[in-house]
């Protein structure tokens, strides 16, 4: 008797025991499969910052050559560089155009 309450015990520890690493090895998997998931996402977002950080600069070096765009010319009444479309010199407030 004692001996079939042993056995049944054993089988159920061993049971529990084979659950446990079941369970662990799927926790295990899933984890490294999330952790895959998560880098993939971070690769994702880093990508996207990377995109818009050289969108930035590519608005920035457009806003920059449109600022070389626009062109500078010499105030007849100061002989300050006046941007081309200001109608008056911010420097002494010539009216430079209509
Ligand atoms: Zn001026």
């Known amino acids: 008797m004692g001996f079939i309450v042993w056995l049944i015990l054993t089988?159920?520890?061993?049971?529990?025991?084979?659950?446990?690493?079941?369970?662990?090895?799927?926790?295990s998997k899933q984890t490294e499969t999330l952790n895959n998931i998560k880098d993939i996402l971070i690769?994702?977002?880093?990508?996207q910052k990377n995109r818009v950080v050289v969108e930035?600069?590519?608005i920035e070096m457009g806003v920059?050559?449109?600022?070389?765009?626009?062109?500078?010319?010499?105030?007849?009444?100061c002989q300050q560089t006046v941007a081309s479309n200001a109608t008056n010199c911010p420097t002494?407030?010539?009216?430079?155009?209509?």
């Open 11 to 27: 089988s159920l520890s061993l049971f529990i025991f084979y659950s446990l690493i079941k369970s662990a090895i799927n926790n």
């Open 56 to 58: 930035e600069s590519a």
């Open 92 to 98: 002494c407030g010539l009216r430079l155009r209509d």
């Open 64 to 77: 920059g050559n449109e600022e070389e765009a626009i062109t500078v010319e010499e105030c007849p009444g």
């Open 43 to 47: 690769d994702i977002r880093e990508n």
